[in-house]
């Protein structure tokens, strides 16, 4: 296994299961960017501050959990992709409303752009909206 794709596949399972920042820094670069068309990441401009997203989403959803679909390494440009579904229940407070019950399933794509074995830039692709009807938040 590449340094990379090692190091992207342990960012990628901490990250999703709420490591934070503190658990998730060895693996990126610091000052790593992180871009997202998403409404709901909207402001969200670095890899630390994701991390710290990710894991506070875990508050509202605390059966939150991942289900790796794909995962390629594309040395030639120094990335991995990651595809996924994120499934969970929002029974928990701290979400934009009260607890709804409901379930979300939302599929996303990670995209990791390296520089040596580190994380340089990450870019999510998700559809927010989806996943914010299906919660029942908007």
Sequence with gaps: MSSMKESAA???DV???GGGWESCQEFCHTGATFSAQAGALEGVETVESYTEWMKSLLTPIPDGSYKLMA????EDRNS???YAVFSGTHTGEGGPVPP??????ADYVYV???EG???RHMTKIWNDGITLKQLGWV
């Design 10 to 12: 342990m960012f990628f």
């Design 15 to 17: 990250c999703e299961s």
């Design 71 to 74: 995962f390629a390494v594309d």
């Design 80 to 82: 991995v992709s990651a």
């Design 100 to 105: 709804t019950g409901n379930k979300v399933e």
């Design 112 to 114: 990791m752009e390296f």
């Design 117 to 119: 074995d580190r994380i």
